[in-house]
């Protein structure tokens, strides 16, 4: 809004992330986030990036997410190959380009 952005790290949405990392269901959550279908989430973005050293990672779910209808608006995927579990130590400077692209464009 008017160029401004607000930073915000949604701990409860961390922590359902961390708890279905293993069962990979992510589909509803971000569906509803980003459809403007949960409290709070009209006008929410989320930039989901993943670990490309992470095998956890199975093309089944990466296939899955691309099908939600939000994504390439307001859901983004971005993997970023050298990096493993601490993708912030591993590819600090692809993490923060990311960052930076993501606020620019919304600015536009």
Same mark, same amino acid.
């Given at each position: ?40 989430? /009209? ?5 989901? =990036? ?5 095998? $956890?990672?199975?093309?089944?779910? #990466?296939?899955? *997410? ?13 993997? /970023? ?5 601490? =993708? ?5 400077? $692809?993490?923060?380009?990311?960052? #930076?692209?993501? *606020? ?5």
């Amino acid at each position: 809004k008017n160029g401004e952005h607000d930073w915000v790290f949604d701990l409860d949405i961390a922590n359902e992330l961390v708890d279905n990392f293993a069962d990979q269901d992510f589909d509803t959550m971000i569906h509803e986030i980003t459809s403007g279908s949960s409290d709070g989430a /009209l006008d929410s973005t989320i930039q989901l =990036v993943m670990a490309g050293r992470n095998k $956890e990672w199975k093309e089944d779910v #990466v296939s899955s *997410l691309r099908s939600i209808p939000t994504f390439g608006h307001s859901f983004h995927m971005h993997k /970023l190959e050298n990096a493993g579990h601490w =993708v912030h130590v591993d590819a600090v400077n $692809e993490l923060t380009q990311l960052m #930076v692209d993501g *606020l620019s464009n919304t600015r536009r």
